[in-house]
């Protein structure tokens, strides 16, 4: 098992910036990418970024230029530095990390992100 632990959402107004961190414990060894969902109030929960232990991103078209994902793989950290932020960006934000091989996902508890003047 992995557990995923995030932190670092809140309230922000528009333009402003906020940086998630979400720690991974457990059986590391069981999990390469590593990245972020996010669930506005009655929508799908979509793919944000992802990055791999080897440092390949991607990233959601509508966060391009303004998110950036990063990881420390000694501390089994994964980072999401989200910059000029809008209020369509209000959502929860997840981590998320697929099992290797069996298909599983691993997801966080989820925080918070709201983008209000």
């Known amino acids: 098992q992995v557990q995923l632990v995030e932190s670092g959402g809140g309230l922000v107004q528009p333009g402003g910036s906020l940086r998630l961190s979400c720690a991974a414990s457990g059986n590391i060894f069981s999990i390469d990418t590593m990245g972020w969902y996010r669930q506005a109030p009655g929508k799908q929960r979509e793919l944000v970024a992802t990055i791999t232990s080897g440092g390949f991103t991607n990233y959601a078209d509508s966060v391009k230029g303004r998110f950036t994902i990063s990881r420390d793989n000694v501390k089994n950290t994964v980072y999401l530095q989200m910059n000029s932020l809008k209020p369509e960006d209000t959502a929860v934000y997840y981590c998320?990390?697929?099992?290797?091989?069996?298909?599983?996902?691993?997801w966080g508890q989820g925080t918070q992100v709201t983008v209000s003047s």
């Open positions: 998320n990390a697929p099992h290797r091989w069996n298909g599983q996902h691993y």
